[in-house]
């Protein structure tokens, strides 16, 4: 049984990163250091076009041992964050792969590279075949795999041919242990809660350190989606108690769904301080000031997770709830017209409502506020995990 938290207690502030995306504080090792500093360089020289010394510095990066976050950035020698370049940038990058040949030694991270600009210029299709050639690279690049895996959930909604993927990337690189987790979410929207979580356990009794930190804080995540908000609260604590930063927005969810709105604010203002683009926390705390009445505040948060790389539908559906409580009707219906026809027609069905015929705000807020039920603790835009939340005849 988890003890009771006290009402005032408020956990430890985020410390620096190197890398603003990733949370955790960074370790001693000189050499992770290094080679954290090393990969800053990569992408300085993606944005200059000089791609065969990036490609370069890649393959000294990886011989130095990398481990699983390190890796990760592997994945993106592009750019730490979507939004860092701008699409004529990527379609000059795009060219340069074509018009000049590299030596064949570096062919594995051309491909690589290839499959982040067509995905970054929403040429999912594109982006996916590309992945072709991971699956043929040796095994020294058997990770870059990963990438097909999850364009197989989030593009063909492919879970067990995504799985597939994942197996054989943790033969190659057993170290990437993210790719378990990635098991684990396959195995959550096929309906397999209870080897999801198994899944997790195996992870994270694994693991050490900062690691096992971040491996609790994503298995607290899975908890959180399914509405297991205590599981997840106490989980979450002991990762972010590991110095897992990261996981203080979903731990700020999980205190708003156990009616701890105001203790959920303090710890999102304390995370967004830090990680001030991170859209799943603008939606939490626009959606917990929404409810609070503090409209004005939470449309701030609500517009700014809208323009964060995509039209997200849990901050589109929130701006919509908020708008009504405006009766700024207008703009209630702009943002009801961007969410997902899927979601919308869905809903209609579930909650025998017709909004085509019947177009009055009450009906409109009343099918918005179902999906938001519906939704739980899962907050992310990603289409591939609506089978977590959505179930359907």
């Not at 209870?194 to 356990?201: G, V, W």
């Not at 009707?329 to 017209?337: G, L, T, V």
């Not at 085509?356 to 899962?378: F, N």
Request: aromatic share 8%; proline share 5%; with cysteine.
């Amino acid at each position: 049984m988890m003890p009771r938290m006290k009402k005032t207690e408020v956990l430890p502030p985020a410390g620096p990163s190197i890398e603003p995306p990733l949370g955790g504080k960074l370790t001693i090792d000189e050499n992770r250091n290094r080679l954290w500093k090393e990969m800053t360089e990569v992408r300085a020289l993606v944005r200059q076009k000089k791609l065969e010394e990036a490609f370069k510095l890649c393959e000294r990066i990886l011989d130095g041992n990398p481990d699983a976050e390190i890796i990760e950035a592997l994945m993106c020698p592009v750019d730490a964050d979507a939004r860092e370049l701008a699409p004529d940038l990527m379609y000059d990058l795009l060219a340069s792969l074509k018009l000049k040949p590299l030596p064949r030694s570096l062919k594995p991270w051309h491909s690589l590279m290839r499959v982040n600009l067509l995905e970054r210029l929403t040429r999912s299709e594109e982006a996916f075949l590309a992945t072709e050639e991971l699956t043929r690279l040796p095994a020294r690049y058997g990770w870059m795999r990963i990438l097909r895996g999850i364009m197989l959930t989030r593009i063909r909604f492919a879970y067990k041919e995504a799985e597939t993927e994942f197996r054989a990337v943790l033969k190659t690189t057993p170290r990437f242990w993210k790719t378990k987790a990635y098991i684990a979410e396959a195995a959550l929207c096929q309906g397999e809660r209870q080897r999801a979580l198994k899944t997790m356990d195996e992870l994270v009794s694994g693991l050490k350190g900062y690691e096992r930190a971040a491996s609790l804080g994503w298995k607290g995540e899975l908890r959180l989606w399914c509405g297991d908000y205590v599981g997840a609260l106490r989980e979450l604590t002991e990762s972010i108690r590991n110095n897992a930063h990261m996981s203080m927005c979903w731990r700020a969810a999980s205190l708003y769904k156990l009616g701890k709105p105001d203790q959920a604010l303090t710890e999102l203002d304390a995370y967004l301080k830090r990680w001030d683009c991170d859209q799943e926390g603008l939606i939490w705390r626009g959606e917990i000031k929404r409810k609070q009445g503090k409209l004005k505040e939470a449309l701030t948060d609500l517009d700014a997770a809208v323009r964060l790389r995509n039209a997200p539908l849990w901050a589109h559906l929130n701006r919509a709830l908020l708008h009504a409580a405006n009766r700024d009707f207008d703009a209630m219906w702009s943002d009801y017209y961007v969410l997902p026809a899927q979601v919308v027609s869905f809903f209609q069905w579930k909650c025998k409502l017709s909004i085509e015929t019947d177009r009055s705000p009450e009906k409109v807020c009343k099918l918005l506020e179902a999906v938001l039920e519906a939704g739980k603790g899962l907050r992310r835009n990603d289409c591939y995990l609506y089978p977590v939340w959505m179930e359907r005849p």
